[in-house]
């Protein structure tokens, strides 16, 4: 079975671009979560989705960050615009159903460079 | 609230060497899930073991095992007969129904294995 896709895989942009990531999730899974890490904040929980809406978005940086989930099998995160300190890996990771016992499933990652 | 503490920023150990990674954790809810990842220099988020906390016997997956401590509240990852490959950054997670089934991560453990 295929993971989580997440495309790009790299990103290099200037400063002011817009950035969109996007993230296919495991086939049956209807929580998708989006996480930044850095090396200097770790792994922060940005927003996630359960059936397609947005439950908990308190983690998103401010407004030039958005992201949607338009339908079961896809979702993208948009920066606009791109500041350079928005660097980092972006990952996107699903679960299947609620419940303590299901664990998220991550894909690879992308990794952004603003410069 | 911090959630997941894990207090080794580094571990070093001997290859064939068994090693404890600590992770405490902190919640109100009787049903939660306990979850260790494993992240590689290549950087991807790899799943490797779950406890529930209704679960009577520790869990193990291969040379993975979880001790875990519910009075204590904490869920230790021991590895066993270490290889060069468990060098890795790794991270302690829970889910909890009553916080909207996010999951929450430590700081991670960074493992070296030393030949």
């Known amino acids: 079975d295929a993971g989580v896709i997440q495309s790009p895989r790299h990103e290099v942009t200037e400063m002011g671009q817009e950035v969109t990531l996007r993230c296919k999730p495991i086939s049956g899974h209807d929580y998708l979560f989006w996480y930044r890490q850095t090396m200097m904040r770790g792994l922060e929980l940005l927003i996630y989705?359960?059936?397609?809406?947005?439950?908990?978005d308190s983690g998103m940086p401010e407004d030039r960050f958005s992201a949607k989930m338009p339908n079961a099998s896809f979702s993208t995160l948009k920066i606009q615009p791109s500041e350079p300190r928005d660097s980092a890996v972006y990952f996107c990771?699903?679960?299947?159903?609620?419940?303590?016992?299901?664990?998220?499933?991550f894909g690879d990652g992308t990794r952004l460079s603003i410069l | 609230a911090q959630k997941i503490t894990q207090t080794q920023p580094g571990m070093f150990v001997q290859e064939k060497e068994a090693v404890t990674l600590d992770c405490t954790y902190d919640t109100s809810d009787p049903s939660y899930g306990l979850f260790w990842y494993k992240q590689p220099s290549s950087g991807e988020m790899i799943f490797l073991i779950y406890?529930?906390?209704?679960?009577?016997q520790n869990a193990t997956e291969g040379r993975y095992s979880l001790n875990f401590q519910k009075a204590r509240k904490s869920a230790n990852l021991v590895i066993s007969a270490s290889q060069l490959g468990d060098s890795a950054m790794y991270f302690c997670?829970?889910?909890?129904?009553?916080?909207?089934?996010?999951?929450?991560f430590g700081t991670g453990t960074s493992l070296t294995v030393i030949p």
């Open positions: 990771a699903s679960s299947f159903r609620s419940g303590p016992n299901q664990p998220q499933h």
């Open positions: 406890q529930g906390s209704y679960d009577q």
């Open positions: 997670a829970m889910r909890a129904t009553n916080t909207g089934n996010q999951f929450y």
């Open positions: 989705f359960n059936n397609n809406v947005p439950i908990d």
